[in-house]
């Protein structure tokens, strides 16, 4: 296989990832805490066994997740929760395993327990479920998650920083496990009444979207017209005189 091909190749793999991502940006541009992907390129050097030379590739190096916060919506529900800063919610995801989120459109479920739109159980500071009594009016969430209601304290919220983010791995419905042991939050406040929505900018993905497109475009057409190259030398040289 020819050099150009090698390298085309790379490049066409590198774009439809990074497509990938924006697309999945855009997917989410309405999911509340949403933290928008980038994707990291890099340079490679590869020396096929056929050849002597070393090719120059591109590889998608990897990505991160953008840690800007969000814009905060007042929604008025009392059960809902925005923070301001690099903090995360604890809650209980599947197997009862300690898991985090931004999204912080919470509700009760028939026992009385806080959860997650997809039913998900908040977690207080000490690791177990918040429990808000029946009947409970008046429901008060201070900048510091503590939960009250006319009748007291019934908790407060399991608020965690980390030292890197990119640590988080991303599990689904707006969940992170955590790799690493992460602090109460000392730099995130808890703000009642409101949402973060997604910090993805929709102008930027929308144009970082047709920048890959074009230049997707431009490889395919230079693979293209490599082949067709080649093509012509083969029947010129294999053609009788």
Known sequence: ??????????????????MDMIANNIANINTPGFKAGKMVFAEYLDKPKTMKETLSMVEDYGNFRVAANGPVKLTGNPLDVALEGPGYLGVQGPGGKTMYTRAGSFGLDTEGN???QQGYKVLDGGGAPISVPPGSRDIKIDATGSIATMDGTVGNLMVTEFANIQTLTPFGEGLYQARDAGIPAEKTKVIQNALEGSNTQGVLEMTDMI???????????????????????????????
């Open 114 to 116: 806080l959860v997650t």
């Open 1 to 18: 296989m020819e050099n150009t091909i090698y390298i085309g190749l790379s490049r066409l793999t590198a774009l439809q990832s990074h």
């Open 211 to 241: 920048d890959v497109s074009r230049s997707y475009q431009s490889v395919a057409k230079m693979m293209q017209n490599e082949h067709d190259r080649v093509r012509s030398t083969i029947k010129t040289l294999t053609s009788p005189s």
